[in-house]
């Protein structure tokens, strides 16, 4: 019963600070340098993790759908079926599972410490609201960085596949001429998509977790471990339901397919 | 002399309910999602590829079993019990505990690391059984309805292509990420900081590194299993 009854709490909260932001961002009181600043903070420095990350998605995913492809006789798809698979739900679902523990937990770890060491009163009691000053940049730079950083990992993904497929002995050449055949132009705009979600999700589960930490350096770390496992679980719900209304569409209108 | 890393047995039990019973909600729901997801992505691409929908069950299964069962699954526990040991051990340093139990010549290392080891491999194996057979379920609820297959069909063409070397090495994943969880993330806790900013930048540490150590893991497991 309790557990029910947090759960209606956190996406209450989450849902009226989504309101904020909206309204807030329409009143135009977004400060744009500050989200600029924040995304230096944030996404340059998460780049080199991302890299590594798709490197190895698409590295995997190359080795698995080989392995697998082997076993039902049909290897001339590799490099479409492991391109297609990756762009369209293992490669945003797992990029944006290390994004959420970069991006997100460095976020609502940041917003804690302000909120357990009273600098978030510190600015209520100067008269300004710390909504607008300090979260509002950061949903903006959060969804900015994170929605970069997962197309750029989707990017690297790719070249992930390509690199490996050479290794373990497929035409390189050959696996890239494969990957027009499978990989539609409405795939990429459902990873797009995708993207853009899960960072979406990123911002305002990080903010709202880090803005009602309580309690000293003990809630600093539950705030970063609910946010993480939030963030995940909300992640992989957006991307069945995005996935399903995605295959609705196609089916209505017979795109996607060639 | 006192015999040096004994277990022990009493933390050990607390930290296998912990860390594996108290987590089994969030594998339950998450992995049948991902068993629906990955029947509908691979409807749409063997429709793409091969023109029939028959053998999308088989190779769901085979992905899920060997790639993404372990994977997903302990991403989800690095991001529940990571960030949590790393807090803890942190917050332990931070308020001193680490010292009160070096003053009480018990071995940190000892009382806290190894019981979290145990409850967390324990955790990985079980929740990935787990994780198996509700994505499996889940999967036959969506391929049942939206293929078309009946559920014998289903489960026989799962059963024909998941072979039992590919369930050991399964666990064997499963069991390596157990064990990269806890010491990455007690690691973090023991170097952390003082204050409660350190706290948070142990914990975020914690997940981040251990999740990259799945994937790169991952990655050397899968290599090592299928491709030599």
Redesign the interface.
């Known amino acids: 019963m309790e557990y029910i009854l947090n759960l209606t709490k956190t996406l209450g909260g989450m849902i009226l600070l989504a309101e904020k932001w909206i309204k807030l961002t329409f009143q135009g009181k977004t400060r744009w340098g500050f989200v600029i600043d924040q995304i230096f903070q944030v996404g340059v420095k998460s780049l080199g993790?991302t890299l590594?990350?798709g490197m190895?998605?698409g590295?995997?995913m190359a080795?698995?759908i080989d392995?697998?492809l082997k076993?039902?006789g049909?290897e001339s798809?590799l490099g479409?079926?492991s391109t297609?698979?990756t762009l369209?739900?293992?490669g945003p679902?797992?990029i944006a599972?290390?994004l959420?523990?970069?991006v997100g937990?460095?976020t609502?770890?940041?917003l804690?410490?302000m909120e357990?060491?009273e600098q978030l009163n510190a600015i209520r009691l100067l008269g300004a609201d710390p909504v607008e000053y300090i979260i509002l940049p950061r949903i903006w730079a959060v969804i900015i960085s994170s929605f970069l950083l997962l197309i750029v990992g989707l990017m690297v993904t790719i070249l992930g596949g390509v690199l490996f497929s050479q290794f373990?002995g497929v035409n390189a050449l050959s696996y890239i001429q494969n990957i027009p055949r499978?990989v539609t132009g409405w795939s990429i705009v459902l990873s797009v998509v995708k993207s853009f979600v899960f960072g979406t999700l990123i911002a305002i589960v990080s903010c709202y977790k880090g803005y009602t930490a309580r309690g000293?350096?003990?809630?600093?770390?539950?705030?970063?471990?609910s946010c993480?496992?939030t963030?995940?679980?909300l992640i992989?719900?957006t991307?069945?339901f995005l996935?399903?209304i995605s295959?609705l569409l196609?089916e209505l209108f017979q795109v996607?397919?060639? | 002399m006192r015999k040096r890393f004994r277990l022990r047995i009493h933390e050990a039990l607390e930290q296998m309910y912990f860390l594996g019973v108290q987590s089994l909600p969030i594998v339950f729901i998450s992995l049948g999602f991902v068993g629906l997801m990955m029947i509908l992505e691979l409807a749409f691409h063997m429709r793409l590829v091969l023109k029939h929908d028959a053998l999308v069950p088989a190779f769901s299964a085979v992905l899920m079993v060997r790639e993404l069962g372990p994977v997903i699954t302990c991403l989800l526990l690095t991001s529940r019990i990571g960030a949590g040991i790393a807090a803890e051990i942190g917050t332990m340093k931070v308020t001193e505990q680490l010292d009160a139990l070096k003053m009480l010549s018990i071995d940190p290392f000892d009382y806290l690391v190894v019981p979290r080891w145990v409850g967390s491999v324990f955790a990985a194996i079980s929740l990935t059984v787990v994780a198996i057979a509700v994505s499996l379920w889940g999967g036959a609820l969506l391929a049942i309805q939206k293929l078309g297959t009946s559920s014998g069909e289903y489960f026989n063409t799962v059963f024909f292509f998941v072979k039992f070397p590919d369930v050991i090495r399964c666990l064997l994943k499963a069991a390596v990420f157990g064990t990269l969880i806890p010491f990455i993330a007690s690691y973090q806790g023991f170097r952390c900081g003082t204050g409660s900013a350190a706290v948070g930048e142990a914990a975020t540490q914690a997940v981040v590194r251990s999740s990259l150590a799945i994937i790169v893991a991952d990655f050397v497991l899968t290599y090592l299993f299928y491709a030599i």
């Not at chain 1, 000293?216 to 471990?225: F, H, I, L, M, S």
Request: net charge negative; proline share 0%.
């Open positions: 993790m590594i990350a190895f998605v590295a995997i080795l698995q392995v697998q076993d039902f049909a798809f479409g079926l297609s698979t369209r739900n293992v679902v797992l599972f290390l959420s523990g970069k937990a460095y609502s770890a940041e804690g410490t357990v060491t373990i499978i000293g350096a003990v809630g600093v770390g539950t705030a970063v471990q993480a496992v963030n995940l679980i992989i719900f991307d069945f996935s399903m295959s196609q996607g397919y060639l």
